[in-house]
């Protein structure tokens, strides 16, 4: 047999250095020569051993004269060797995985789930038509979100690498594509941590009593007019908080507080994650689970006030004539990759940490549900609020209304009581204009009747 000599030929040199023999090459394509060849090479092995009372005495000898391959790891001499593995990636042996399924779990829960489903989503239900987006949202989730986070979490898991290995193995002119998704998730960092700063700042001054955003401040023994003429909370966030100027030519000064917030928020980040998936695994824990407490207790406290009835009966009123607007579509779309998150390269990124026997079937459907339950959640806490500060707000323009009829009656009354009065003193003044006037006419009319008698006479 000639094989050995191409092996050799072709520049491989095969070592038991595994479980079976690896021929080791510069590049994948000679690693599945050998193995092939290395295959061809046990068949004619089993089939010499299976057939040598068959053979010819030349044969025989030729064969005792070449020397047999080299066992394999935990094979006797003599014994029938397995069937050849050929490795699905060379990476497997130093990935590092998830210590657990629930790690894994939060992980993805804790990126889909965000901003994007508390803050954004209850936003575009109430700005298209509450229940009618709700409806589009769920339609489009089911045919487009869930299929494309499907396949993200399976490509991930399948190529074990990241975004941008995983776009090289599909085409090295693609790998492009996979430096742009590190580029947005840099961006998307930016200002989450931004978002996050401003969270610690409110946190901090939410230990005030009372809190400052509650009323508007007083200079002197007279409220800040600016605070009058808007809310005490938008005077709060834009003269307290971000310190705004008026103008953008002015640079204004350097917010040192909002600056130590946002480098806290940034150290939280470093340390939660400077040891990769051992450490950001159990900060899930946390941060996965510990918004849900939140919304909850504002769900419970929402459900309570005045007028959440009629906000919850909003939201799930649709208004069908908004479907045939591009606009509400457009937005649908968009609400569905923010909320996922996909195209971020951070779904590929987590799934690719799992072995590649994981159901990822289930956990795309499993997350994505858990995703829209959340979007619900959120908008329950959102229109109860809503529907309170609508009803309160209707309460208060009702009694402004009544107040100023009350008043406006009053003066009415005041008026007609002057006016009535007005009238009878005129009256009198006429009817004493009057016998004023008689007077002098009835003494004519008794002279000239004095006047006739004298000349009757």
Known sequence: MLIGQHMEGAGLSCRPAFSWRVCRSSTWQELQKSAALFNLVTRERNYRQ???????????????????????NGVEVGQEAGPVAVPEAPLDSVRDGWDSKVEYFLAQVGFSVGLGNVWRFPYLCHQNGGGAFLLLYIVLMV?????????ELAVGQSIRQGSIGVWRHISPKLVGIGYSSCV??????????????????YLFKSFQSPLPWENCPK??????????????????????????????????????????CLVLAWTIVCLAMFKGIKSSGKVMYFSSLFPYVVLLCFLIRGLTLDGAAEGLKYMFSPRLDVEGDIQVWRQAFTQVFFALGLGFGSIIAYSSYNQRNNNCHRDAITVSTINFLTSILASLVVF????????????????????????????????TGRGRANEDERARQSEQGCVNEAGPARQRERGRASEDESEGE
């Open 219 to 260: 200079e002197g023994n007279a409220t800040v007019r600016e605070c009058a003429a808007s809310s005490p909370t938008s005077y709060f966030w834009f003269r307290k908080a971000l310190d705004i100027t008026d103008s953008i030519d002015e640079t204004g000064e350097f917010n040192l507080i909002i600056t130590g």
């Open 143 to 151: 045919v487009v979100g869930v299929p494309l986070f499907f396949l």
């Open 50 to 72: 299976k057939n040598k009372d068959t053979l010819g005495v030349s044969d025989t000898q030729k064969m005792s004269s070449e020397k047999p391959p080299l066992p394999e």
């Open 384 to 415: 109860s609020v809503l529907g309170f500060r609508a009803k309160t707000f209707t309460k208060t323009c009702i009694s402004q209304y009544a107040q100023t009829q009350t008043q406006t009656q009053t003066q009415t009354q005041t008026h």
């Open 184 to 201: 947005v998730c840099s961006f998307v960092a930016l200002y989450y941590n931004v978002i996050i700063g401003w969270s610690i700042f």
